[in-house]
């Protein structure tokens, strides 16, 4: 007759005088050396993370990414897709405009003005009721 037993997380079995230990749940222990790596790891991403955040801005333009430098250091998000922005943006950012613009990179403030000018075209034709 085989006889079940549950206790330390551990389930006993014993059948024909002999027992089995058969453990429940492992547990595993984590060395201190390698919490301590952890930490470091985390404190490395955290400072290369703020160092990039204030003191670059990664662009997202029509074709790709772009990292261009910020002209002064400043905290705040440095993600900017500006795929979509208007003239009203740019003017309400004009440390991305001038930082685009000091990196040599023009090119992509203006495709976004001709993207824009073109979309004002095309909803003035089609108030008039032209078709393209």
């Given amino acids: ?54 003191n670059y801005y990664i662009v997202r333009g029509q074709e790709s990414f772009h990292v261009v430098r910020k002209v002064a250091p400043r905290l705040d998000i440095p993600y900017r897709d500006i795929r979509s922005y208007t003239m009203e943006d740019w003017q309400k950012e004009p440390a991305v405009a001038l930082a685009i613009i000091q990196s040599g990179k023009q090119e992509l403030i203006v495709d976004s003005g001709v993207e824009q000018l073109e979309r004002q075209v095309q909803n003035w034709l089609q108030s008039l009721g032209v078709q393209q």
Avoid at 11 to 30: D, E, F, I, S
Wanted: proline share 2%; net charge positive.
């Fill in 1 to 54: 007759m085989a006889e079940f037993l549950l206790a330390n997380n551990c389930m006993m079995l014993r059948a024909n005088g002999q027992a089995a230990r058969l453990p429940l749940l492992q547990t595993w222990t984590v060395s201190s050396m390698s919490r301590i790596s952890a930490f470091v790891l985390g404190v490395l991403v955290g400072a290369v993370g703020l160092y990039v955040s204030e």
